[in-house]
């Protein structure tokens, strides 16, 4: 299909999957042909990072919203204050690209309005000089002392002048109407508590009844439910007011991870709520609680014996008719989770209160750090299964989950695991989810993790699984625990052997490696079997092999606890290897692969090559006759030397 027969919907998929290759053509046209949705250009301006790009997309915007009559973007207003000539340039490019020849009187009056505002906003760009390079002033046709004849032109005249006026001015009275539109815009994107006070008093001044739960018309502002219906029980059309926009702007911010801008906002909330409602400000001293952790998360404060209390004082004196959200417990579960107080979660978890899904997987994370048993292992395991395939059991002639828990979900529970940030948790977690995977998955690649020994060794019903789903929670669950944790070897070495499963050798040696570096200190000492198991070696012999890196693999093969003669001659007899060859001789300690290294050059008539062979198994070190002390010495020397040159191919490289 050519550009040409796709639609703009086509061409803006493509455009997406280009990185925003061409977006600012579709757009023109769409201004001209009206086929995608509103909603759907609206929502570039949210994830359009370019600074260049996005004010290209917010002016095709807003051209497209002055033509259907709709309201311009704030966003347009703050980019033109420091638009440059050649983004005014675009702009009149734009507009005179879907302004027709034969247009009506009122797309003629709202062209010329855009234009003025433009001018307006723009005081520091000579407009009318750039005006006159377009054919907009042939097209619009009108003159300067043209008056207008309709109600749609005298609006923006009259607006234009108390645009940049402060709030108290006389000139407000004779037009309630533009200054309650005025009000509501600067309330739209004012942020501070103090201005936002002074803004709906002047509101209420002109409106004493004014819901400012939506303004402009229609931008809805939305707050949690339990709250909104604590706001509408106040007395005061103020107060309601108030805690509405406050509460709003500090879930809006917190959202944005503005947490003082949050906290500020919140306690002008509570200020207020004191007086209208005390169940309403006990609920907002848990969000400023909540703020505090997260901040805390953040590294913008540091713990205190007091913040510990607050967080003790919310879990343990809580009341079933509290108004608390599930956010601000998950964060307190996952905090004092962080601290290990392994035995205060386990006991929460028995309140009635508490029978919800993470806190359910925090009490048994707790049991199996305090005891890593078979029956807390299957308690864990059983609820994380559940999470994937809710509907059965493992063994039905084991206890089923208890039904009045409520059930995490797959979202939930990769949220709750981004706020755990202990090793030994996220080590649990991590081991879990690795056995789910290995079960549903059954592959002969199976991946490696701690705490193999408390799992259940199988499932019934496989097949009512989706491994893509485990499989993203697991690589969730790794990706976070190694941003806590980079060096951590066993995490690296369940990288590893993912990368290995799925095909990426190189990784996966790299990985391997690295997991081996941070155990042994740079191979300083050995490398242990707990870490590097005979599986572990033979995924990197495979690795060496897919790679044609076979001289690597045969030396690996030394490795084995009983060396893999057959898979080293076979990997020493290819002709073509990419790693060296004879620089990896030296690392060679086994005579027997020496003695069928100088066989194979020999055949090959590789004679430079068996000499260097030869001067290897020459070498006395390697002398069979040397007592069992020197020749351990000799091969712990050679793996050392061998694995320092391995790390540097695969890791500095």
């Keep these: 299909m050519t550009e040409q027969q796709k639609t703009l919907r086509d061409r803006l998929h493509d455009s997406h999957l280009n990185g925003y ?15 995608l949705y509103s909603t759907v250009r609206d929502h570039l301006e949210i994830t359009i990072d370019d600074n260049a790009l996005l004010f290209h997309v917010i002016i095709c915007n807003s051209i497209r919203n002055m033509l259907k009559g709709d309201l311009i973007s704030p966003l347009f207003y703050r980019k033109l204050a420091t638009a440059t000539n050649s983004d005014v340039e675009f702009i009149l490019d734009a507009l005179e690209r879907c302004v027709p020849a034969d247009m009506t009187s009122e797309i003629k009056n709202k062209a010329f309005q855009f234009i003025k505002l433009v001018k307006q906003h723009c005081t520091h760009i000579d407009i009318e000089s750039v005006l006159q390079r377009t054919h907009l002033p042939e097209l619009l046709q009108r003159s300067s002392t043209e008056s207008f004849s309709s109600s749609t032109d005298t609006v923006p005249l009259k607006l234009s002048q108390y645009l940049n006026k402060p709030l108290n001015t006389a000139a407000w009275a004779d037009t309630p109407n533009i200054c309650m539109a005025h009000l509501e815009r600067e309330l739209s994107y004012e942020m501070n508590p103090h201005k936002i006070r002074d803004i709906i008093v002047q509101v209420h001044k002109l409106d004493a009844g004014r819901d400012l739960s939506y303004i402009c018309g229609q931008v809805i502002l939305i707050v949690p439910r339990d709250y909104d219906f604590l706001i509408r029980s106040a007395d005061s059309a103020v107060y309601r007011n108030l805690l509405h926009i406050y509460i709003y702007k500090a879930f809006h911010s917190l959202e944005c991870q503005m947490y003082e801008q949050a906290k500020e906002l919140i306690n002008s909330a509570i200020a207020i709520a004191q007086v209208a409602s005390f169940r309403l400000s006990k609920a907002l001293l848990s969000e400023l609680l909540l703020l505090n952790l997260l901040t805390l998360e953040h590294g913008s404060i540091s713990d205190s014996t007091e913040l510990q209390k607050q967080v003790s004082s919310y879990l343990f004196s809580r009341q079933p008719e509290s108004l608390e959200r599930a956010p601000v417990t998950e964060t307190c579960v996952a905090y004092y989770l962080n601290r290990r107080k392994w035995s205060e979660i386990t006991e929460m978890s028995k309140e009635r209160l508490y029978r919800i899904g993470y806190v359910t997987v925090a009490a048994q994370v707790s049991n199996i750090c305090l005891n890593e048993s078979r029956k807390n292992g299957r308690d864990l395991f059983e609820t994380i299964r559940l999470i994937f395939n809710p509907q059965k059991r493992t063994d039905p002639t084991q206890p089923g989950p208890d039904m009045s828990v409520l059930p995490l979900n ?24 690795v056995k789910l995977y290995n079960l549903v998955k059954d592959s002969i690649h199976s991946i490696s993790s701690n705490l193999s020994a408390i799992w259940p060794d199988n499932i019934r019903d496989t097949s009512s699984f989706k491994a893509d789903q485990i499989l993203s929670t697991l690589m969730s669950v790794l990706n976070h625990s190694l941003s806590i944790v980079p060096n951590q070897p066993y995490w690296l070495r369940t990288q590893a052997d993912l990368a290995f499963a799925d095909g990426a050798y190189w990784a996966a040696l790299h990985f391997y490696t690295e997991s081996a570096i941070h155990i042994s200190n740079y191979f300083q000492s050995p490398v242990p079997k707990s870490l590097w198991s005979d599986l572990v070696i033979r995924n990197m012999v495979k690795c060496c092999q897919q790679l044609k890196s076979f001289t690597q693999a045969a030396i690996l093969c030394q490795f084995l606890e009983h060396v893999d003669y057959s898979t080293a001659f076979k990997a020493l007899s290819e002709r073509h290897s990419y790693d060296g060859c004879e620089l990896y001789y030296k690392y060679i300690w086994d005579v027997t692969i020496l003695e069928f290294l100088i066989y194979i050059h020999t055949r090959n008539q590789e004679s430079s090559k068996k000499k260097i062979a030869l001067s290897m198994i020459s070498q006395p070190e390697l002398n069979s006759n040397n007592s069992v002390d020197v020749l351990n010495v000799t091969i712990i020397n050679r793996k050392q030397q061998f694995l320092q040159a391995l790390a540097q191919h695969f890791i500095q490289n």
Excluded at 416 to 426: H, S
């Design 21 to 35: 290759k061409d977006l600012v053509e579709v757009l023109l046209e769409d201004n001209c042909k009206n086929e």
């Design 410 to 433: 797959k979202q939930l529970f990769d949220q709750f695991i981004t706020k755990i940030k202990d090793e030994k948790a996220l080590n649990v977690l991590l081991a879990v989810v």
